[in-house]
């Protein structure tokens, strides 16, 4: 049996990651297609709410003007809203609101079930293979991400 390696394992991740939102990823309704921009602030954000917009910035690596830009955006759909924080009233936390969280929980059902389908088309050791992966990369998801993933 051939010993897979990290670049392995890195290339066909990144190959999912790119797969993933063009195939079972692909928004079915075009009124929630979202702009990268924006999308990358609500993935963000859907992970961890109450980030403050110069926060948001630095973990997107994007400018405060782009970030801001795209709040407005999020704001107007009603996918986002702004809280003052608590301790230091100049600071504002972001946070999703609860129908862009709903949204993202029928997402999520709908890419599992595009997945099982996907999953159909392989042998059942390789479904129960990829499957069983699971726990492991969700912990590599929150290695990479700081434990920002879930």
Avoid at 7 to 21: E, G, M, N, Q
Avoid at 66 to 86: C, F, K, M, Q, W
Avoid at 92 to 113: F, I, Y
Wanted: aromatic share 2%; no cysteine.
């Amino acid at each position: 049996m051939e010993e897979n390696t990290p670049t392995d394992l890195a290339v066909v991740l990144h190959d999912l990651a790119w797969l993933l939102p063009r195939t079972i990823g692909r928004e079915p309704d075009p009124r929630h297609v979202l702009p990268a921009s924006e999308l990358e602030v609500m993935r963000l954000l859907v992970r961890r709410p109450g980030l403050s917009v110069n926060d948001t910035a630095a973990e997107l690596r994007l400018a405060p003007a782009n970030v801001s830009t795209a709040l407005r955006a999020l704001e107007a759909r009603g996918l986002l809203e702004r809280r003052r924080d608590a301790a230091d009233g100049r600071v504002v936390r972001l946070h999703p609101t609860g129908a862009a969280l709903a949204h993202r929980s029928d997402q999520e059902l709908a890419w599992g079930n595009a997945l099982a389908q996907a999953l159909a088309g392989l042998t059942k050791a390789e479904a129960r293979r990829a499957l069983g992966a699971t726990p492991a990369l969700r912990a590599l998801a929150a290695v990479l991400g700081g434990d920002a993933l879930r």
